[in-house]
């Protein structure tokens, strides 16, 4: 009776390992699906910056600065000219 119940008990465990290994499998195709999916929408957002980045689409000369209009602003001095080397004096 000892050895039928330990034989049941073995083929339960052999048929449990069985479908876990199929289970995992099956997990293993739904993670590469997930991994797939995902790397996608990262190419799409890629695709779309780099539309945006090349500018062919866009018209920018409305904001162009002309040459000429430099030339008209001053140039700032600045108040107090600091040199570095009265940091490392050290007789100040």
Same mark, same amino acid.
């Given at each position: 009776?000892?050895?039928?119940?330990?034989?049941?008990?073995?083929?339960?465990?052999?048929?449990?390992?069985?479908?876990? !290994?199929?289970?995992?499998?099956?997990? =293993?195709?739904?993670?590469? #699906? $997930?991994?797939? &999916? !995902?790397?996608?929408?990262?190419?799409? =957002?890629?695709?779309?910056? #780099? $539309?945006?980045? &090349?500018?062919?689409?866009?018209?920018?000369?409305?904001?162009?600065?002309? #040459?000429?209009?430099?030339?008209?602003?001053?140039?700032?001095?600045?108040?107090?000219?600091?040199?570095?080397?009265?940091?490392?004096?050290?007789?100040?």
């Amino acid at each position: 009776m000892s050895k039928l119940l330990l034989a049941v008990i073995f083929i339960g465990l052999h048929v449990m390992a069985l479908n876990g !290994e199929s289970l995992k499998v099956g997990k =293993k195709s739904d993670v590469v #699906q $997930k991994h797939i &999916q !995902e790397q996608m929408q990262r190419e799409q =957002k890629y695709a779309k910056e #780099q $539309k945006f980045y &090349q500018g062919k689409d866009y018209n920018l000369s409305a904001v162009e600065v002309d #040459q000429s209009d430099l030339d008209s602003i001053p140039t700032i001095e600045p108040e107090n000219d600091f040199d570095m080397t009265d940091v490392y004096r050290d007789d100040i």
